[in-house]
Nanobody
Framework: EVQLVESGGGLVQGGGSLRLSCTVA????????IGWFRQAPGKGREQIAC???????YIKDSVKGRFSISRDNVENTLYLQMNRLKPEETAVYHC?????????????WGQGTRVTVSS
């Protein structure tokens, strides 16, 4: 079973920033594309960013220029830097592996970390 552990969520005012972290076992980190999706209350999953083992990144258009994804191959940690957050981005943010392509079919994901953006 793949374990992904997210952290870094919280309450932030609109326009503020947060950095999310996700730790993953090294064997997974170096093999699969890995990224983030979010799920707002009553809505479906939205894939927002992911990165391949060879550092090719995808950022969803709606967050491009505000969010960035990066990976630390020594610490086996994935990051999502989120700037200029909007209230409508309130959601639970999950770290996930992708079965093949990124974005694409999700493999495993963590419990998530809640992000609340106040207006």
């Amino acid at each position: 079973e793949v374990q992904l552990v997210e952290s870094g969520g919280g309450l932030v005012q609109g326009g503020g920033s947060l950095r999310l972290s996700c730790t993953v076992a090294a064997s997974v980190f170096n093999t699969f594309a890995i990224g983030w999706f979010r799920q707002a209350p009553g809505k479906g999953r939205e894939q927002i960013a992911c990165i391949s083992p060879d550092d090719i990144a995808y950022i969803k258009d709606s967050v491009k220029g505000r969010f960035s994804i990066s990976r630390d191959n020594v610490e086996n940690t994935l990051y999502l830097q989120m700037n200029r957050l909007k209230p409508e981005e309130t959601a639970v943010y999950h770290c996930a592996t992708f079965d093949t392509t990124c974005p694409g079919i999700l493999g495993s994901w963590g419990q998530g970390t809640r992000v609340t953006v106040s207006s």
